[in-house]
């Protein structure tokens, strides 16, 4: 396996984040976090302001994306990762954990609220922080390929009414799709139960 541990950070992260995607020939995931952090500046427009370290979580949330495939599990198993039994249905979610595991074993992040932001960017969880929603709303309305540029455009729809209901809106689409998903994570069920019930309570208040 690569060793993606290897890399020397300078007193410069994003231009470092740039190298190290490049070093991992990764060019088209450092394009998408362009995209993403993007998205959590129109936020900002939006809603006059982010949350602190929202910027720099985006930045970060898919470093983990170089780490090959076929790789991800060995790569978990060497970092003491935990790795759920649902997860190993489908791998690729894992790189939500790695990007957080990279961004402080590589980067040096420690910052605990940006390091969970990261590492529940894919599936959220119950009561998520303000700072994980943004990141993980950047990250969905980023998305530009053919069939899930729709569902990007309908999240932003959603945000103009807040941020919580946008949540609602993209968990509500992947519970509705539930049975085709090939892993409808725990977490992600948690997410979609917590921000259901928060929706019902504000709409009959
Ligand atoms: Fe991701
Ligand atoms: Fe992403």
Redesign the pocket.
Known sequence: MENYLDFVITNDLKKDIQQYFYKYGKQDTFEHTLDVVNELYDIKKQWGHIEEGSELACFC??L??VVKNDEIIDFCIQNQIPVLEEEKMYPSIL??KI?CFIAESVFHLKDANILDAIKY??TSRKNPKMIDIEVFLS?KMSWKEAGYKELAQKVKEAMKVSKEYAMFYYLNELHKDRESLRLYHSDTKDAFEYFREKIDRTAMQ
């Open positions: 949330h898919d983990g994306r790189h939500q990007s960017h894919s990250d």
